[in-house]
T-cell receptor, first 117, second 113 residues
């Protein structure tokens, strides 16, 4: 079963506007972490923002904020004042334990964001 | 620059070749990972190393052979690959159990011909 679901394969936004990228997750753990990464065409995965399951406040990092709704198991990324350089793939991920007891990140399929001038 | 360096950035190899991918981190992290990213598929975890010990092999075919000589270096040795192994291979490191993010390298884009 898919643990991270990103239902928007592609999104378009006008420069300077805000955009919300959706992410829902599935876990039975009480303690977990949620991440958003940006992947430009160069390939590198760039960490954007983190939300812990026990964090009461929504995480914010500059123009990025995470709309965390625990009961609905959603962790949407909000990008304010979009810039042309925000055009990239965006991945939602959740930290979970492997069978060997290590931590790993489980990723969604991603959303391709295009910012139009 | 995230502190995780992968070489080479691009690699084209034949199915009978042997090649190696290299990953290096000087962030003092105790865990290193190999992920595979194929077109239109989520990132797939391949291997996890914690303090140089392999703690996860996600049912990866034996034609992929990881090596972690120390906590700063991670290799992925490739031999007799198939065209379907063509993908972006990403290395990452993290400090386990601290709740911090994983840092990724820029990846090696592998094409098997």
């Amino acid at each position: 079963a898919q643990k991270i679901t990103q239902t928007q394969p592609g999104m378009f936004v006008q420069e300077k506007e805000a955009v919300t990228l959706d992410c829902t997750y599935d876990t039975s753990d009480q303690s977990y972490g949620l991440f958003w990464y940006k992947q430009p065409s160069s390939g590198e995965m760039i960490f954007l923002i983190y939300q812990g399951s026990y964090d009461e406040q929504n995480a914010t990092e500059g123009r990025y904020s995470l709309n965390f709704q625990k009961a609905r198991k959603s962790a949407n990324l909000v990008i304010s004042a979009s810039q042309l350089g925000d055009s990239a793939m965006y991945f939602c991920a959740m930290r979970e334990l492997t069978q060997g007891g290590s931590e790993k990140l489980v990723f969604g399929k991603g959303t391709k964001l295009t910012v139009n001038p | 620059e995230t502190g995780v360096t992968q070489t080479p950035r691009h690699l084209v190899m034949g199915m009978t070749n042997k090649k190696s991918l290299k990953c290096e981190q000087h962030l003092g992290h105790n865990a290193m990972y190999w992920y595979k990213q194929s077109a239109k598929k989520p990132l797939e975890l391949m291997f996890v190393y914690n303090f140089k010990e392999q703690t996860e092999n996600n049912s990866v075919p034996s034609r992929f052979s990881p090596e972690c000589p120390n906590s700063s270096h991670l290799f992925l040795h490739l031999h007799t690959l198939q065209p379907e192994d063509s993908a972006l291979y990403l290395c990452a490191s993290s400090q386990e159990w601290v709740g911090t993010e994983a840092f990724f390298g820029q990846g090696t884009r592998l094409t098997v011909v």
